[in-house]
C-alpha cells in the first residue's frame, strides 16, 4: 500500500541525483519513522551531536522535521565550510531565528548588502582604537560591584557575572550615557532575549511558547527604553562620543539614516556581540579554577607579581599575564558559549567525496569538536598550559573555534577575552572563591550555554590582597581618561634574515589592530579591510609584525621566515 500521499509534504524524502564519484554522508543511527531524530534534537541536541561525532567521525547526515541535517567535525570540514562563499553555504538563512530578537529587517533577516552595511556599523565599537581604552572601564565597574561585599559573604555566581558582564559591554560597547540610563529592568529584558534563542527556534521561531512570548514583549520594551533614551538626547542637542552617537549618525549608502527600531537592533546585536560569551565564560573561568587549586595558585602568582605594586589592569597590562589569558582560552575550548553554529547550502555542496544536496543545514559544533583526541591531547581534561608553546594546541588552523569562524567569526572576540581576563584580575586577587556546593554541569537549554543554575559561591577577603581603593557609584561617574599604561614586556627576539608577511582578505574584519601595532606594514582602508603595506618587512618591522599576528582577532596574518 503506497502511504506517500498520506505524509505530509514537509515529511517527504527527496533523493537528488548524486554525481558519480561522490557519496551521501552516513547517517546517524536511532531516530523514528516520518519524523526521524527530531526528538533528539530538541530534548538533547548537543547529545545528539556528540553522538554523531563519536559514531561517524567527521561528517553525519541527521533527520530533523523532515529538514536534511549534515553535522561536521574537525578543522578540515570547519575550514571547507567557513571559507565557502555565502552563495554557496549562507549562515543569514539558519539565524534568522535572531529576527525576533534583532528586529524584522535586521542583521540576518535583512537582504545580503543591507547587512553587510548594518554589520559594518557595529564594527566601530570594537575596533582597536576604542578597545584600547576599555580596560579601565571594566575595571570601574568590577569594582563598583564589588565594593559592599565586606570580607565575606556568599553570591550566586552566574547571576553575578550576567549583571557585571551587562554593565561592562554596555558601558564600553554602547557608551556611559547608555550605562548610566541602565536600571535592574534593562539586565532583566535582556536576560529575557536572551532566553528567546533556544534550537528549538531552528525549527520554528514564532511557535506559541512561553520563553518566546516573553522574547517578544521585551524586545517591544527594549525598543521604548531606547527611543525615550534618543528622544531625551536630541531635546537636549547633545551629542556624545559614544556607539549610540556613532548610529544616530549613521547612514546607509542610500543616506537614509536608521529608525529608533534599527538603532534598537543595532544596540542589541552589539550587546550580544559582546556580552554572553563574556558572562559565562567568566563564571566557568572560576569554577575551574576553583576546581583546580594548582592553577588558581599560578594565576594568582602572575596577577600579583604584575599588579600587586599598583600597576593599573589595563589593555595593554593585560597583555602580561599569558597563563590568565590561557585559562580563558582553556575555559573557552571546554565551555564554547555556543554549542552549534549553522550554515544552509543555497546550492549543491561537495566536501570531499561527500555530496551534500542543496538546502541541507551543515552543523558544526565548537563543543565536540573541542574534545577530539587528535587535536587536543586529553580533551576532557582542563590543562591551560596546551595553549603555551611550544605545544600550542590551538595552532592548527579551525581546529578552535570558540568564536566561529572565517568573515562571519563573532565580531566581538578579542573583546570578550580582554573583558574576561580583566575581570579575574580584580576579583580572584581581591577575593577567595569556593563553591558552596558542587556545580551541576551544563545548560544546554539555550544556543548560549552557560552553568547550571544557581551556582553558589562564598567568598572571603585575600589577606594578601592589595587593598581596593574607594570609588564612587559607577554609574555617577564620568568616562574615565584613557590611562597609558607600560609598554608590554616582552622578550627582544631577533629577526631572521629574511621574512614576508601574509594577509588572508577573506578573513580579515577590519578590526585595525594590525595597523595599531604595525603602522608601517598595516593601514587599513576605508572599505574596512587592511591593505598590506609592506609584504616584505625589513628586521626592524618583524617584532611589531609578529604582535599583529598574535593581536589580530581575525588570525587573518601570518608572519613567514624563510
Known amino acids: 500500500m503506497n502511504l506517500d500521499p498520506l505524509v505530509p509534504a514537509i515529511f517527504r524524502k527527496t533523493k537528488a541525483a548524486i554525481p558519480e564519484g561522490l557519496r551521501l554522508p552516513p547517517k546517524l543511527s536511532g531516530g523514528l519513522p516520518v519524523v ?53 553555504l549562507n549562515p543569514a538563512e539558519a539565524y534568522k531565528i535572531m529576527t525576533p530578537v534583532f528586529g524584522k529587517g535586521m542583521v540576518y533577516d535583512a537582504p545580503p548588502d543591507k547587512m553587510n552595511e548594518q ?50 559591554s554596555s558601558h564600553c560597547l554602547l557608551g556611559n550615557e547608555f550605562r548610566t540610563g541602565m536600571t535592574d529592568e534593562f539586565a532583566r529584558v535582556y536576560q529575557s532575549l536572551e532566553r528567546g534563542v533556544t534550537p528549538v527556534a531552528y525549527l520554528n521561531a514564532h511557535l506559541p511558547l512561553p520563553s518566546f512570548r516573553e522574547r517578544d514583549r521585551a524586545r517591544v520594551r527594549l525598543e521604548e527604553m531606547v527611543t525615550k533614551l534618543i528622544e531625551d538626547r536630541r531635546k537636549s542637542g547633545r551629542e556624545g562620543e559614544d556607539f549610540l552617537q556613532t548610529l544616530m549618525d549613521a547612514r546607509y549608502k542610500s543616506g537614509a539614516p536608521l529608525n529608533e527600531f534599527e ?19 567568566t563564571a566557568w573561568a572560576i569554577i575551574e579554577l576553583v576546581q583546580h587549586p594548582e592553577y588558581l595558585s599560578k594565576v594568582l602568582e602572575e596577577l600579583d607579581a604584575n599588579f600587586s605594586d599598583g600597576t593599573e589592569v589595563g589593555f595593554l597590562t593585560l597583555r602580561n599575564v599569558p597563563l590568565t589569558e590561557y585559562v580563558v582560552l582553556e575555559t573557552l575550548r571546554l565551555h564554547p558559549p555556543l554549542f552549534m553554529l549553522v550554515r544552509v547550502a543555497m546550492k549543491d555542496f561537495v566536501y570531499k567525496d561527500f555530496f551534500i544536496e542543496k538546502g541541507t543545514w551543515i552543523l558544526l559544533s565548537p563543543t565536540a569538536s573541542h574534545l577530539l583526541p587528535e587535536f587536543f591531547k586529553n580533551p576532557h581534561v582542563f ?119 601574509s594577509l588572508d582578505l577573506d578573513l580579515c574584519q577590519g578590526h585595525a589592530a594590525c595597523q595599531g601595532e604595525a603602522p608601517e606594514v598595516f593601514r587599513v582602508s576605508g572599505l574596512g579591510k587592511s591593505r598590506l603595506l609592506k609584504p616584505n618587512p625589513g628586521p626592524a618591522q618583524y617584532e611589531q609584525a609578529k604582535a599583529a599576528e598574535r593581536y589580530c582577532p581575525s588570525k587573518a596574518i601570518r608572519v613567514i621566515e624563510d
Open 383 to 501: 590543562d591551560p598550559d596546551r595553549f603555551a608553546p611550544p605545544r600550542a594546541e590551538d595552532k592548527r588552523d579551525f581546529a578552535y573555534i570558540p568564536f566561529g569562524g572565517g568573515r562571519h567569526k563573532c565580531m566581538g572576540n578579542a573583546f570578550a577575552i580582554l573583558q574576561v581576563k580583566a575581570i579575574l584580575s580584580i576579583l580572584l586577587r581581591r577575593y577567595e572563591f569556593e563553591l558552596s556546593e558542587p556545580h551541576k554541569g551544563s545548560d544546554f537549554h539555550g544556543l548560549v550555554v552557560g552553568p547550571k543554575e544557581p551556582v553558589r559561591m562564598r567568598y572571603r577577603r585575600r589577606v594578601v590582597a592589595r587593598t581596593a581603593p574607594e570609588v564612587a557609584e559607577v554609574a555617577a561617574a564620568p568616562p574615565a581618561a584613557p590611562i597609558v599604561a607600560p609598554v608590554e614586556q616582552t622578550a627582544t627576539v631577533s629577526a631572521p634574515k629574511s621574512f614576508r608577511v
Open 119 to 168: 554589520l559594518k556599523m557595529l564594527l566601530p565599537a570594537l575596533k582597536d582604537k576604542r578597545m584600547r581604552t576599555y580596560g579601565e572601564i571594566i575595571v570601574r565597574e568590577v569594582e563598583g560591584m564589588i565594593k559592599n561585599w565586606g570580607d565575606q559573604g556568599e553570591i550566586d555566581l552566574v547571576d553575578f557575572c550576567r549583571v557585571l558582564t551587562n554593565f561592562t
Open 36 to 88: 526521524g531524530h527530531t526528538a533528539d534534537f530538541v530534548r538533547d541536541a548537543m547529545g545528539m551531536l556528540s553522538r554523531a561525532a563519536a559514531e561517524h567521525g567527521e561528517i553525519c547526515s541527521i533527520d530533523v522535521l523532515g529538514k536534511k541535517m549534515v553535522a561536521v567535525f574537525g578543522p578540515d570540514a570547519h575550514e571547507a565550510v567557513f571559507r565557502a562563499p555565502d552563495e554557496h
Open 263 to 281: 538603532i534598537s537592533g543595532m544596540l542589541i546585536a552589539a550587546m550580544f556581540a559582546g556580552h554572553h560569551t563574556s558572562s559565562v565564560t
